[in-house]
């Protein structure tokens, strides 16, 4: 395994990261394909196996089980703190990125994961109603404060996390180190000005979806699975641009062949190669992090990286949001 900085920060991370929203308890109004706990505490042991250090749940996956069962684990497994990087987020809650709202939700997530402090917290989405400064003053309190070392921000649009940057700037806060944005070889609307921001900043990439939910796994578009018969965001974010999508993952696919690897090879690849610091991986097998580390010592030339980029059109921005959503106060 590979190790890289995030960002201005001192903190080492594996070149992928454990997505744990596959983690936790089911309920109706959450995703139907979440793993029961032994299966958790398998993959997370498979992948500190192969040298995996960093994992990354919410407050939110399912309603707060995904972090108690991430941490219920590292504590049966005797994983030593300082071991791991653990990253969380805040956001759907009640208060959203209020200041209250971010003193109340950390404690709630510390206790879950049964830890003292994270590593990264991120703001899941943009809050359009509370200020910015008081939501960076929140953040940059928990710095001081010991409870989180850095901070970082997931989908938004380019000119909201810059005006968040400045804004922390201005009134000597702390800075995001991080971007947890939708990323992969058929979303790429983010390297309009998200991206570019980031990199200004020296913002550590640590995209989601950097499979699309699968698609870039398979030569097929549909694979049959719980999850692509139950996941309805999933659909909302691929199945509008299925033909321009299916050029790309042929793409993926005849380049996967001529290389004798697979396609997740190559998708996580394309990813690496183009300057991401660690894609988040969300496995149900134990086998999937076998495929996903061989990406980590793949190598695409210039030419092959253009052949797999060529096909993509432009889409309809997915994940930044255009106004608050409601929130769901399960968490425990």
């Known amino acids: 395994?590979?190790?890289?900085?995030?960002?201005?920060?001192?903190?080492?991370?594996?070149r992928l990261c454990?997505?744990?929203?596959?983690?936790?308890?089911?309920?109706?109004?959450?995703?139907?394909?979440?793993?029961?706990?032994?299966?958790?505490?398998?993959?997370?042991?498979?992948a500190l196996e192969l040298g995996v250090n960093f994992f990354d749940t919410a407050n939110i996956y399912s309603h707060g089980t995904s972090e108690e069962f991430l941490g219920r684990a590292l504590q049966d497994l005797k994983v030593k703190r300082e071991d791991v990087v653990l990253a969380s987020k805040v956001y759907f809650n009640e208060g959203h990125l209020s200041r209250a709202a971010i003193l109340r939700e950390i404690d709630g997530t510390l206790k879950r994961l049964k830890t003292d402090y994270l590593d990264l917290y991120q703001i899941h989405r943009f809050d359009f109603e509370t200020p910015i400064e008081e939501t960076m003053g929140a953040l940059n309190e928990l710095i001081v404060a010991g409870k989180v070392r850095a901070i970082g921000a997931s989908a938004m649009y380019g000119y909201q996390f810059h005006n968040m940057q400045l804004a922390a700037e201005r009134n000597g806060y702390a800075i995001f180190s991080t971007l947890q944005n939708h990323y992969n070889l058929i979303y790429r609307e983010d390297e309009r000005d998200l991206i570019p921001v980031a990199r200004q900043y020296n913002v550590s990439l640590v995209p989601y979806s950097p499979l699309a939910s699968g698609h870039l796994c398979r030569a097929q578009w549909?694979?049959?699975?719980?999850?692509?018969?139950?996941?309805?965001?999933?659909h909302q974010k691929y199945d509008e641009y299925r033909d321009n999508n299916l050029l790309i993952v042929e793409r993926v696919n005849k380049l996967a062949e001529q290389k004798g690897v697979s396609m997740t090879e190559v998708a996580l690849?394309?990813?690496?190669?183009?300057?991401?610091?660690?894609?988040?991986?969300?496995?149900?097998?134990?086998?999937?992090?076998?495929?996903?580390?061989?990406?980590?010592?793949?190598k695409l030339s210039e030419d092959e990286l253009k052949f797999l980029e060529e096909p993509y059109k432009a889409h309809d921005v997915v994940g930044a949001l255009k106004g608050n959503i409601m929130f769901s106060n399960k968490s425990k």
């Not at 190790?3 to 594996?14: C, D, F, M, P, Q």
């Not at 997505?19 to 042991?45: K, V």
């Not at 394309?270 to 793949?298: C, E, M, Q, Y």
């Open 1 to 14: 395994m590979q190790y890289a900085t995030l960002g201005n920060t001192a903190i080492k991370v594996s």
């Open 269 to 298: 690849s394309w990813l690496l190669n183009r300057g991401v610091t660690a894609p988040i991986v969300g496995p149900s097998k134990l086998s999937h992090f076998d495929v996903a580390v061989k990406a980590v010592d793949l």
């Open 18 to 46: 454990v997505g744990c929203m596959s983690f936790g308890e089911r309920f109706e109004d959450f995703l139907q394909w979440t793993l029961d706990y032994e299966h958790s505490r398998e993959i997370i042991a498979h």
């Open 222 to 234: 549909d694979s049959g699975s719980e999850r692509s018969k139950t996941d309805n965001v999933m």
